[in-house]
């Protein structure tokens, strides 16, 4: 991954939180959906999405860093898929089996506080470094939950993945507005159905 010089070193805390288990897990999200939205993904559009979720700028991705990203994608999408703990653990081991290096830990040279990395080196290409960085967030949150650390949305009209964070009842879709959509749908099919006996 490549890290662009501060002007000064970010505070422990700061960099912490915009790169936790959670916030890398997010991000994994989140660059899962827009990679896998198109065959062709934008460059511009998921150097975006990096930085929103904290990666430092200036980010200028190339066509070639973007597909091997969107192979990354694909495969951890297989993840979000399992539907069961079990199934998510075997697609993880897969991934880290065939696509991660071994564990070592890295500063960038003192630009940031040390901290765990699975790709080869710090100037890994992107595909690498995204695969790396979200099986390892997949993994912890898998360890911590004993439970898949997402899935994909139940909505026929959507194919998103989203995370399964916290406790509480099995999470079906994406968002709010997806679980809404789907229940007016059931609604007026149970007004229709009853309607016409």
Same mark, same amino acid.
């Given at each position: ?122 100037? =890994? #290409? ?5 695969? =790396? ?8 949150? %898998?360890?911590?939950?004993?439970? #898949?650390?997402?899935? %994909? ?32 749908? =059931?609604?007026?099919? =149970? ?7």
């Amino acid at each position: 991954m490549r890290y662009i010089a501060l002007v000064s070193p970010p505070s422990n805390d700061d960099w912490s939180t915009r790169h936790s288990v959670r916030a890398t897990a997010r991000r994994t999200a989140a660059l899962v959906n827009a990679l896998t939205a198109r065959s062709r993904p934008d460059p511009g559009a998921i150097a975006g999405v990096l930085l929103d979720h904290g990666e430092p700028g200036p980010l200028e991705l190339t066509a070639d860093d973007v597909a091997g990203m969107r192979a990354a994608a694909v495969r951890l999408r297989e993840v979000f898929a399992a539907g069961h703990v079990d199934g998510a653990a075997r697609a993880l081991n897969e991934l880290l089996r065939e696509g991660t290096g071994p564990l070592r830990l890295s500063s960038h040279d003192g630009r940031s506080p040390w901290h765990p990395h699975l790709d080869s080196d710090d100037e =890994a #290409p992107w595909g690498e470094w995204f695969l =790396a960085s979200s099986c390892m967030a997949l993994t912890v949150l %898998l360890w911590d939950g004993q439970r #898949p650390p997402g899935g %994909l949305c139940s909505s026929p009209s959507c194919d998103s993945v989203f995370l399964t964070l916290g406790s509480g009842p099995e999470r079906r879709y994406c968002s709010r507005r997806c679980a809404t959509r789907e229940r007016v749908a =059931a609604h007026r099919r =149970a007004r229709a159905g009853s309607g016409s006996s």
